[in-house]
């Protein structure tokens, strides 16, 4: 059994939340190459935004303390690095001072999966800045569960079977609250809770073929953790494809939507997720959201070199309309759905500006209409 492992950090960035140093990286890339020497059968450092992200291939399963560890350690050689160079944000995702067993909770964003390698095994990995977890949401729903995206639920015996889509309340912090939906049956259903993207989030879909998982997202919410806004959730997704399940062009499609997620400055707003080139920084109002996707193929625990599938002229169109989108929404400013909502604000000077005026607020007797005679 070969597991992948996808663990997430921002550790420090150039010019503000725009993208880490050079240096930066190298530190990172040199640590987790020290996991090769027994622990690790490969790996694979890449960045979006001002997020880096270190994809690892080993035998010791989903959560195991040592491969985690060794992602915390190489965050932490990071930061000791941007520290050093005085970059922004130094440390920024790692919210507690000692590692305790698993990164899970303690700011790192992971997406893991046991899998037990077919002949050929292609897979993507996502990385998206200034976002939600949820933001994965309308993507993996149009591509397992929507013909319309996906020709293969018509086309494929084992696609038409359908998948296992399970999705987690992350507003709860009790524990993992999750509830499994199969489609098509339960479409509807699904598609009534994956409306709330900064509530009920895709946390692993599964093939109801042959039961093998297809896809694994992280769900970490730092101001949960934290309990105060520390950075955007920037969530990482590993895919399988092809087969049994979606093809890559598939999975890719639904990002040319460059739907509306929250996220953006301050992680406050709202914007499109622009589906970008693999390295790309953030600039415009701290944005926008932005996806960057690589594929591999594993064998025997090695990775392929990785391509970057947003690299195409075809995603050059998406990016325009995508800025457009962004423009025009943020015209809008602070009003409506521009802004997310009370409940979601990730900065406390609103909250504290309405508490303030909540005292100002005095209670009129309303007007009463006379009703008609004879009522």
């Not at 084992?158 to 507003?171: A, P, S």
Request: some cysteine; hydrophobic content about 40%.
């Amino acid at each position: 059994m070969t597991t992948l492992s996808i663990i997430k950090a921002d550790v420090g960035s150039i010019g503000g939340h725009v993208a880490p140093s050079k240096k930066l990286l190298e530190t990172v890339n040199r640590f987790v190459a020290q996991g090769l020497d027994g622990l690790l059968t490969d790996y694979f450092v890449g960045a979006t935004g001002d997020d880096i992200a270190i994809l690892m291939a080993h035998n010791k399963g989903v959560g195991d303390e040592e491969i985690h560890r060794l992602a915390w350690d190489a965050f932490k050689a990071g930061t000791m690095t941007a520290q050093q160079q005085g970059l922004y944000g130094a440390g920024q995702d790692l919210l507690v001072d000692s590692f305790s067993g698993n990164v899970k909770g303690m700011g790192p964003a992971v997406a893991e999966m046991e899998i037990d390698e077919r002949p050929n095994e292609p897979f993507l990995m996502f990385l998206a800045d200034k976002t939600e977890p949820g933001a994965y949401n309308l993507p993996l729903y149009l591509a397992f569960a929507d013909p319309m995206n996906t020709g293969g639920l018509l086309l494929s015996p084992e696609l038409t079977k359908g998948f296992r889509f399970r999705v987690q309340d992350v507003n709860y912090t009790e524990g993992d609250r999750i509830i499994d939906l199969t489609t098509p049956e339960d479409m509807y259903d699904l598609a009534a809770l994956l409306r709330d993207n900064d509530r009920y989030v895709v946390e692993s879909v599964y093939s109801r073929h042959d039961g093998d998982q297809a896809a694994a997202v992280s769900t970490q919410r730092l101001h949960n953790i934290a309990g105060k806004y520390t950075g955007k959730d920037d969530p990482v997704m590993l895919v399988r494809v092809q087969k049994h399940f979606p093809a890559t062009g598939e999975i890719l499609a639904p990002f040319s939507v460059a739907h509306y997620v929250g996220g953006f400055m301050r992680g406050s707003h709202i914007g499109p997720l622009m589906p970008v080139k693999c390295g790309t920084g953030c600039s415009y109002f701290d944005g926008p959201p932005i996806v960057s996707c690589w594929g591999f193929c594993v064998h025997n625990g090695r990775l392929t070199e990785p391509m970057d599938l947003f690299d195409h002229p075809f995603w050059d169109t998406v990016r325009a309309r995508a800025a457009e989108k962004a423009m025009e929404i943020r015209r809008q400013g602070f009003s409506g759905p521009a802004m997310l909502p009370y409940s979601e604000l990730e900065y406390g000077g609103i909250v504290r500006i309405l508490e303030r005026l909540d005292g100002r607020f005095t209670v009129r007797p309303s007007a009463r209409v006379a009703e008609p005679a004879g009522v």
